[in-house]
């Protein structure tokens, strides 16, 4: 059968102060009235039945899940002892599909990305189903890139494969990291690389005999998890073999290495909306080019991106700013230095006084 996985374990620290450790980026409503994880498990459910689709998280955020999830089941709700990267997370929920279904199929997907067009979006998983069910390959989304965007890795495509398949699919050349923006430039007129939209769809079985190649010791700790499953030592077993696991992403620990992975070039229209500045694709400009969620007021201020909950926010002859004021933090950062803010974050965190607003 087939299984969704949501990955809910990030902290949002580039949509900081709205988006904090203890309510991170997924749980916030920053396009309209529904938070980014619902409109994920809304889209997914069109696809995959409600039963099948499962959240991998922490304890930190189980009652929020909870509270905006009030559809899925406790069960689906897969709990890690402690957080070490994706390899880690999807290693473990697919040692668990498995154990339930020898034949599991898993889509695993953010929680905190904007997706337009979910009908082409829907076919594009639908085809990459097709392709786990009937290959031994990783399958990857690729979105057409549509400026030179620093914030995300890329994929470089190879040969493409079977012309029969509606939508262009590739072999995967190689992966690359975030760029810098001469390099995102040379890769959009290039014409032959994707961003890499963090999807991932494949056989459960087939993935685990990628971790046996590429990560043997992730691999001897899952194996041992997967023993562990319905005992009653399950919960101390699999919080054992968290703790000898070094974290590692699953793109620099398997996805990089593994030679047969493919990409299917998408179609719809997706978004990380990862950092203040990407909120400009979606908010409105006033005529001086100020874009603004709340209340505001100014006198000869151009070009700012202003959030605010409740208190009115004025400005006299500032440009290019952003501020975003919450009930106990107010940011006020120039555009142009809004990566910065995880350094930020970084910075209070070793000061105690501080770090309960991180």
Known sequence: MNYALIMCGGSGSRFWPKSRKAFPKQFLNPLGPHTMIQLTFSRISNLIPIENIYVVTNHNYVDIIREQLPELAEDNIILEPMQKETATCIGYSAVKFLKKDPEAVMIVLPSDHHIEDEKEFISTLQQGLLIAENSKALITIGVKPTRPETAY?????????????????????????????????EFIEDGRYLWNSGILICKASYLLKQYKKHLPDVYESLKKMRDGLDTDNENAIIEEEYRKIEGISI???????????????SNFRWDDIGNWTAMERYMEKDEWGNQVKGKFIHMDSRDCIICGDKRLIAAIGVNDLIVVDTDDVLLVCRRERDQDIKELLNRMDQYEEYKNYV
Do not use: C, M
């Open 251 to 265: 793109d620099y620990g398997i996805l990089e290495k593994s030679k047969n992975i493919y990409v299917i070039k």
């Open 153 to 185: 890795g890329y994929i470089q495509v190879g040969k493409k494969i079977n012309s029969e398949w509606p939508i262009d699919t590739y072999k995967v050349k190689r992966f690359t990291e975030k760029p810098n923006k001469e390099k995102a430039i």
